[in-house]
């Protein structure tokens, strides 16, 4: 009686080998695409300090609208109070104020914590009335003490 003999192979079997080459590949590509498509704030560097600046001279406009914006919100036109605090009734004091006419130059001196607001709602009065050319008003920074 002859037997059939199977040989099992004993041994150490082989493990899969894990190929690491296209995975790096692929990490660096994300780097690449993150590193390029980041955009790096500016502002963390400056630390700004406002309404202050220092002014060289002083400039004179014949034809000025001096608009005050009051800690608490509320508008002065050429020392005048404005009634209210929307833009059609600031609107309406900016136009009569402006004597002279559409090359008149709005002044907006606002206390430095009055609400980022209510120097807009100033901004869109003269815009309404006209009026394009608006500057800001600043103390230098001899006079604030700094």
Do not use: C, W
């Not at 220092?54 to 004179?60: E, H, K, L, P």
């Not at 005048?80 to 559409?102: I, P, Y």
């Not at 008003?137 to 003490?145: D, K, M, V």
Request: charged fraction near 20%; aromatic fraction near 6%; hydrophobic fraction near 45%.
């Amino acid at each position: 009686m002859s037997r059939a003999r199977m040989q099992f192979r004993h041994g150490a079997r082989d493990e899969p080998e894990i190929n690491l080459i296209p995975f790096i590949d692929v990490l660096l590509v994300i780097l690449i695409f993150l590193m390029l498509s980041t955009t790096y704030s500016k502002f963390t560097e400056m630390q700004l300090r406002l309404p202050t600046a220092d002014v060289d001279a002083q400039r004179d406009y014949p034809k000025e609208v001096i608009v005050a914006v009051s800690a608490d919100g509320r508008y002065s036109v050429n020392k005048n109070a404005v009634a209210d605090r929307s833009v059609e009734t600031v609107t309406a004091a900016l136009a009569a104020a402006a004597t002279g006419g559409k090359d008149s130059v709005v002044i907006i001196s606002a206390d430095a914590t009055s609400p980022h607001q209510a120097v807009v709602t100033v901004m869109e009065a003269a815009r309404r009335a006209g009026l394009m050319q608006i500057t800001f008003a600043a103390q230098s920074t001899a006079q604030a003490g700094h």
